[in-house]
């Protein structure tokens, strides 16, 4: 009987474990863990926001890609630039075809507009070619017009982007003078978004009293930087990364991504409480730091930079502050291997990221937590408070270690008038700058309090002492005259 | 009740330091009682202030702040600035005593806890904005400690003002030789350490 009990028992725990195992073992199997920066710059755990879900590979896409280098997502379509087979494919968001454009030479960079046009940088035929949304051939744009350019040099277009105005900005191998902007027409209207060569006050000492003449020839290599990749977000501003930096640069803080306005200022914003760089620690272990190839953009403001060195994908949001980060290289399934590009869906609720030598296309889908955690941030951006303050909350409840969900909770209570929750939501949250916002007026609210109360107390006790004083005083002087009186 | 007019006497010390030094010495109005108390007030201060200052103005990490550590690290300072400087002194014929020194410094000492302690509930008052007048004032407390241990180590030593100014130099490079030494110390011994138990193990299982 007891045995027989103790056998059900085991039965009933065994299959209860093969019941729960694989709801624990999803989150475990994932190659790669998800984790933010905090304030104090450490790596912390989080919950995934991303999971892996397939990869899209020839048996989708109907023919093995070859080395491919750039893929737009968009329109309710994948568009890849198939480098080694020279040709673009245009599949829709499952990876099945709907056509492919030949006729070009090794193309590297691939853009398509909101009603469907097609531009490709060609790179082996010098010349960005724009096709229509049936992949017919309209017209091409061909070396820029221009001295600034000299002849020598080899025109080679690597990225292209069109803004919502027409304005087509190109990246081109060897032009280090930022991006090449042609008008609607493709017409040549000159460089913009620059890098600025930055030369430290000692360098530029060293270079112009004390080094001798060939040391300041091997030193005039100290050019501009190019731009790795290019995305145009909603608003016409121009996402830019820059890979190429040396460590010295990234060190001295460098910026590795820019965001650029239509006149190709540097507008983005830095307000996070480390530089946007990827991963921060990389130099103590002696490794590489990360070297962002890609970034997509959502329609407010969160960024998804795309790293090769590690092969990771680090969130940000508006401020620059990072969200989180996933991905990793490897081999296993789900890995990557050298991705070059990568893209999001219109909800951002998929990640779609390219990869050079796998030749396919890997999929990740949005969690629970991940697509809470992007909602605050876009009800945030919108004004609705109310609707952001809860899905703060839902972060909370799956992660008590976000910052950023403390700081906007505390933002809520900020608005709300309850200034003591804030205080304790931002201190939870290390941001000072709130916190001081939320202190003074809670300092503010103490005082009208009792203040008032404070002050009464203390006049009366006052008037207490000096009435008791003046008493002293007058009997004193009685005493006195009396003296007086008795001895006259 | 000698301990106690002995600490009431620092208040003379800190506000007239050219006098209260020169009686600390000479009139024996201080004790070396009240100099420890001085440094393990000290000590207090500025564990308090690690650990209770509040969020706006602390900027260290609680769950890594180790108040032993930075007991010892005072306490190290305190007794390196007091040998270096007796060590020096006595080669520059200088007249203090060891015990001297030890009281001057203790004294000397006393702006921090005067000043920084107050200011750990200060910082629970005041906004980000207001916060100068708090760096201010803490930086002010080292300032005068500073200008404290000058006058200390010159009344007690007899010294006029630049030969004070070259000991109290000459007494940095001495603390530093003596990390020097004292590292090179304990290299040594566990060196030696080592030697031994290698040599023991090698007898041992051979």
Known sequence: ?488 | MLYGKSLKYVFHVIFHPADGFWDLKREKRGSLAAALTFVALTIVTLALEKLDTAFLFNDNRLSKVNVMIDAFTVLLVFGLWCVANWCTTSLMDGKGRMKDIIIAMGYALFPVVLIRLPLVLVSYCITAEEGTFYYVFGFIAYAWVAVLVFAGTMMTHEYGFWKNVFTCIITVLGMGILMFIGLLFFNVISEIIVFMTTIYKEIRFR
Not at chain 1, 83 to 97: A, K
């Open chain 1, 1 to 488: 009987m007891r045995k027989k009990c103790f056998r059900r028992a085991l039965t009933g725990i065994i299959a209860a474990a093969f019941i729960l195992l694989p709801a624990i073992t999803v989150q475990a199997s994932m190659p790669y863990d998800t984790y933010s920066y905090n304030y104090w710059g450490e790596e912390v755990k989080e919950p995934h926001s991303y999971l892996y879900s397939k990869t899209i590979t020839d048996r989708e896409l109907g023919s093995r890609l070859s080395y491919p280098q750039d893929m737009f997502v968009g329109n309710g379509c994948l568009y890849i630039a198939d480098t080694g087979n020279s040709r673009v494919l245009v599949t829709d968001m499952e990876g099945n075809i709907r056509f492919e454009i030949t006729g070009l030479s090794a193309p590297q960079g691939i853009f398509a507009t909101e009603d469907g046009h097609i531009y490709v940088a060609d790179t082996g035929n010098s010349r960005v070619a724009e096709f229509d949304e049936e992949g017919l051939f309209l017209r091409e744009i061909g070396r820029p017009e221009t001295t600034l350019i000299a002849d020598s040099q080899e025109y080679s277009p690597t990225r292209v982007v069109v803004d919502n105005a027409g304005r087509i900005y190109v990246i081109a191998y060897g032009i280090n003078m930022g991006l090449v902007e042609f008008d609607s027409s493709g017409a040549f209207q000159g460089f913009m978004g620059a890098t600025e060569v930055s030369v430290s006050t000692f360098e530029y000492i060293w270079k112009n009293y004390f080094s001798s003449e060939a040391q300041q020839e091997r030193m005039e290599t100290i050019v501009p930087t190019e731009y790795s990749n290019i995305f145009v977000d909603r608003d016409n501003f121009i996402y830019a990364t820059i890979n190429n930096l040396s460590n010295e640069d990234r060190e001295s803080g460098a910026d590795a991504i820019r965001r650029l306005n239509p006149t190709g200022t540097d507008v983005l914003r830095r307000l996070g409480n480390y530089p946007i760089i990827g991963d921060l620690e990389t130099v103590t272990y002696g490794w590489d730091w990360s070297s962002f190839v890609d970034v997509a953009a959502t329609d407010y403001g969160c960024y998804f930079i795309l790293d090769q060195t590690d092969g990771k994908i680090f969130a940000y949001d508006n401020d620059g502050v990072s969200l989180f980060v996933f991905g990793h290289s490897g081999i296993k399934e789900g890995n990557f291997q050298k991705p070059v590009a990568i893209g999001l869906n219109e909800d951002e609720s998929r990640v779609y990221v390219l990869d050079n030598l796998l030749n396919s296309i890997l999929v990740f889908d949005i969690t629970e937590y991940g697509r809470n955690l992007l909602d605050a941030i876009r009800l945030n951006s919108i004004g609705d408070s109310d609707g952001a303050t809860k899905k703060w909350q839902a972060v909370l409840s799956r992660n008590s270690n976000s910052e950023l969900a403390y700081v906007g909770l505390g933002k809520a209570y900020l608005t709300e008038g309850s200034y003591r929750e804030a205080m304790e939501c931002f201190e939870l949250g290390n941001s000072k700058k709130y916190y001081t916002k939320a202190f003074s007026y809670y300092r503010k609210e103490m005082m009208e309090r009792y203040l008032t109360k404070a002050v009464g107390i203390l006049a009366v006790l006052l008037i207490v002492v000096w009435l008791v004083r003046k008493a002293l005083r007058v009997r004193k002087w009685v005493g006195e005259v009396r003296c007086y009186m008795e001895n006259h």
